[in-house]
């Protein structure tokens, strides 16, 4: 019994992230944060919705930002979605978002999943939220 006690703190502790591994993932989310506000700067924000507008759909261009997707219909109008987390792989120039949505549009509690372009293998996924707007004011 004292042994399995053991195993289980030794196993515990190797999952604690050291000091520099926590400074390098709070400098990486800062840069993150700061990359998305460099994003929407100069746009204003909307009322969130549960869906895109199926008008916005087809020519969606997405980046993602840590745990938020920004999602490009034009100049003057993006969606931002903070995601529930587990798609940020898609910061990869090699990993690509792809969505399965039952009714035709993007939703809230939808589904994404990252995967590598070359591979085809998962790298992670994450559940849509809200979609605010973002637009450039006339």
Same mark, same amino acid.
């Given at each position: 019994?004292?042994?399995?006690?053991?195993? *289980?703190?030794?196993?515990?502790?190797?999952?604690?992230?050291?000091?520099?591994?926590?400074?390098?993932?709070?400098?990486d989310a800062a840069d993150q944060?700061?990359?998305l506000e460099r994003e929407l700067a100069g746009l204003t924000p909307g009322e969130p919705s549960n869906c895109l507008p199926t008008t916005s759909r087809p020519?969606?261009?997405? $980046?993602?930002?840590? @745990?938020?997707i920004v999602f490009t219909a034009s100049r003057d109008l993006k969606f931002r979605n903070d995601?529930? @987390?587990?798609c940020e792989a898609a910061q990869n120039d090699r990993a690509s978002l792809v969505t399965s949505?039952?009714? *035709?549009?993007?939703?809230? *509690? $939808?589904?994404?999943?990252?995967? $590598?372009?070359?591979?085809?293998i998962?790298?992670?996924n994450c559940a849509l939220g809200d979609f605010t707007p973002y637009r450039r004011a006339p």
């Open positions: 019994m004292r042994i399995w006690f053991i195993a *289980g703190l030794t196993a515990l502790a190797s999952c604690a992230a050291t000091p520099q591994e926590a400074a390098r993932a709070a400098a944060q700061a990359k020519a969606l261009n997405s $980046d993602v930002y840590g @745990g938020t995601t529930t @987390g587990g949505t039952p009714n *035709g549009r993007l939703c809230r *509690g $939808d589904i994404v999943q990252v995967v $590598d372009q070359i591979t085809r998962p790298l992670g």
